[in-house]
């Protein structure tokens, strides 16, 4: 298997645009992860699914983060509209319900001017 | 109080040293206890994990768990420059929680 496979691996956005960012998990892994990750404030969790369906959401930082699993195999993380301080390394990761290794993705360095 | 405590370092370390990195925690209901290591533009990769108290070993790695006090190590023996990197502890129930990461440089 490829890993965890995110896109892109770099955007460059100005204030107001939207970001969908893109994660294809592992194959056969029911658990999907999004992360962001700061200098300031480290690996924070954002939203998590199992089997498709959002569990947690408790994460999202505001109204303008959506997140979306519409099969097992791919997942959206949307920001609308961007800010300045959204800037980060957004992660997505999976697990299976065998184990609880989490296995990520190589990011999404997003920078938003 | 956040979840995971971890001290950020950086934490700087000759060839051959032992190093030992620390994260305390709030949450009992924890049942899994993890350590990551992130090389830089990375994604974190596990490195070790365990279900209970005590101490677990794989090679020159040792990980530590006290649950009656919420702490848990790392210990690297014979730190290697190729051990240079961010440590992230993490702790799982239903989710994972991570540390902010002490970040490791080992020099020759």
């Known amino acids: 298997d490829a890993g965890v496979i995110q896109s892109p691996r770099h955007e460059v956005t100005e204030m107001g645009q939207e970001v969908t960012l893109r994660c294809k998990p592992i194959?056969?892994?029911?658990?999907l992860f999004w992360y962001r990750q700061t200098m300031m404030r480290g690996l924070e969790l954002l939203i998590y699914?199992?089997?498709?369906?959002?569990?947690?959401d408790s994460g999202m930082p505001e109204d303008r983060f959506s997140a979306k699993m519409p099969n097992a195999s791919f997942s959206t993380l949307k920001i609308q509209p961007s800010e300045p301080r959204d800037s980060a390394v957004y992660f997505c990761?999976?697990?299976?319900?065998?184990?609880?290794?989490?296995?990520f993705g190589q990011g999404t360095r997003l920078t938003v001017v | 109080q956040k979840e995971v405590e971890q001290d950020p370092g950086p934490l700087s370390v000759p060839e051959g040293a032992i190093v030992s990195l620390n994260c305390t925690y709030s949450n009992s209901a924890f049942q899994y206890f993890m350590w990551y290591r992130q090389y830089s533009r990375k994604g974190p990769e596990l490195l070790m994990y365990t279900y209970s108290s005590g101490n677990k070993e794989d090679g020159r790695f040792t990980a530590q768990v006290d649950k009656s006090s919420k702490y848990i190590s790392l210990f690297i023996r014979d730190s290697q420059p190729s051990d240079s990197a961010t440590y992230l502890c993490?702790?799982?129930?239903?989710?994972?929680?991570f540390g902010t990461g002490t970040r490791l440089q080992v020099f020759p």
């Open positions: 990761a999976s697990s299976s319900h065998r184990g609880p290794e989490a296995f």
């Open positions: 699914f199992n089997n498709n369906v959002p569990i947690d």
């Open positions: 993490s702790l799982g129930a239903d989710k994972l929680i």
């Open positions: 194959s056969g892994h029911d658990y």
